[in-house]
């Protein structure tokens, strides 16, 4: 008999504890051991299939209790990788515009207001936070968090770039932490989104050491192309990759503009 079940880990870990906690009906509590993703304030549960992803909305954790010793502790690889995660929230609210333009999906304003502070919080701390001062990126999830929660979905946080890395998680053996994944697939989203604020992003990356090549974040390059072209796919969800044709061609030209590969 117990009344409460503890997330002790990160990513993947959190998500199968609040997949448990809706399947038991029992109230959850999370201790993350790295900030290298938002899921520890996230209300939502993202669910993998064999070509296909899908995020369920549930409930926000019952407490997070964050110790400053294991988080000082975890690789300073995991916290560039939140970061991303955060900047993220960029491309993922433009997306939504983009949606709200050509299918009429309704925003919800104040979502979209917690996740744009999110990603501007992230950006503008981005050498305190690595120099230790991760409270202003528990900060950030913490909107991010609450995007999702009055938005009922993970739509004003995740967009095209996080389809991007999860078309890399579903179709190549190949992975990085998933913060790199999606920020690498943040540049990409802004250029197709027609931002030049992707180039800035590059150079940011760049100056803190944050993949920004197929090299550096250590998958092959026909794998990314394959993901780009497998992206508008792998769920149910409409982003600036259903306004273009994405070929092998397409992926591998623009992948090559950007340097990536």
Same mark, same amino acid.
């Given at each position: 008999?117990?009344?409460?079940?503890?997330?002790?880990?990160?990513?993947?870990?959190?998500?199968?504890?609040?997949?448990?906690?809706?399947?038991?009906?029992?109230?959850?509590?999370?201790?993350?051991?790295?900030?290298?993703?938002?899921?520890?304030? *996230? /209300?939502?549960?993202?669910?993998?299939?064999?070509?296909?992803?899908?995020?369920?909305?549930?409930?926000? /954790?019952?407490?997070?209790?964050?110790?400053?010793?294991?988080?000082?502790? @975890?690789?300073?690889?995991?916290?560039?990788?939140?970061?991303?995660?955060?900047?993220?929230?960029? $491309?993922?609210?433009?997306?939504?515009?983009?949606?709200?333009?050509?299918?009429?999906?309704?925003?919800?304003?104040? %979502?979209?207001?917690?996740?744009?502070?999110? @990603?501007?919080?992230?950006?503008?701390?981005?050498?305190?936070?690595?120099?230790?001062?991760?409270?202003?990126?528990?900060?950030?999830?913490?909107?991010? &968090?609450?995007? @999702?929660?009055? %938005?009922?979905? $993970?739509?004003?946080?995740?967009?095209?770039?996080?389809?991007?890395?999860?078309?890399?998680?579903?179709? *190549?053996?190949?992975?990085?932490?998933? &913060?790199?994944?999606?920020?690498? &697939?943040?540049?990409?989203?802004?250029?197709?989104?027609?931002?030049?604020?992707?180039?800035?992003?590059?150079?940011?990356?760049?100056?803190?050491?944050? /993949?920004?090549?197929?090299?550096?974040?250590?998958? /092959?390059?026909?794998?990314?192309?394959?993901?780009?072209?497998?992206?508008?796919?792998?769920?149910?969800?409409?982003?600036?990759?259903?306004?273009?044709?994405?070929?092998? $061609?397409? %992926?591998?030209?623009?992948?090559?503009?950007?340097?990536?590969?």
């Amino acid at each position: 008999n117990f009344d409460l079940l503890i997330g002790f880990g990160s990513g993947k870990t959190i998500d199968k504890v609040k997949l448990l906690s809706m399947k038991l009906k029992k109230d959850y509590i999370v201790i993350p051991t790295s900030l290298s993703s938002d899921v520890m304030t *996230s /209300p939502t549960i993202s669910l993998k299939f064999k070509r296909t992803t899908k995020s369920i909305f549930y409930k926000l /954790p019952k407490m997070i209790i964050i110790s400053e010793e294991i988080i000082k502790n @975890a690789p300073q690889e995991t916290m560039k990788a939140g970061i991303c995660d955060c900047i993220a929230k960029f $491309s993922s609210l433009k997306d939504w515009e983009i949606a709200n333009e050509m299918i009429h999906e309704k925003i919800n304003k104040k %979502a979209y207001r917690l996740a744009l502070k999110c @990603a501007k919080i992230s950006l503008k701390n981005i050498q305190k936070i690595i120099d230790g001062n991760f409270k202003k990126l528990i900060e950030a999830f913490k909107y991010s &968090g609450l995007a @999702a929660y009055y %938005a009922k979905s $993970s739509r004003p946080i995740s967009g095209s770039e996080h389809n991007f890395s999860h078309a890399i998680d579903l179709f *190549s053996k190949y992975k990085s932490l998933h &913060g790199f994944q999606v920020g690498l &697939g943040t540049i990409i989203s802004r250029r197709l989104q027609q931002e030049n604020d992707y180039k800035d992003l590059i150079e940011i990356f760049k100056n803190y050491n944050i /993949p920004t090549n197929y090299k550096e974040i250590k998958i /092959p390059q026909k794998d990314l192309a394959l993901a780009l072209m497998k992206a508008k796919y792998v769920r149910k969800r409409f982003t600036v990759l259903n306004t273009i044709r994405i070929t092998k $061609s397409f %992926a591998n030209k623009l992948l090559k503009e950007l340097k990536i590969i």
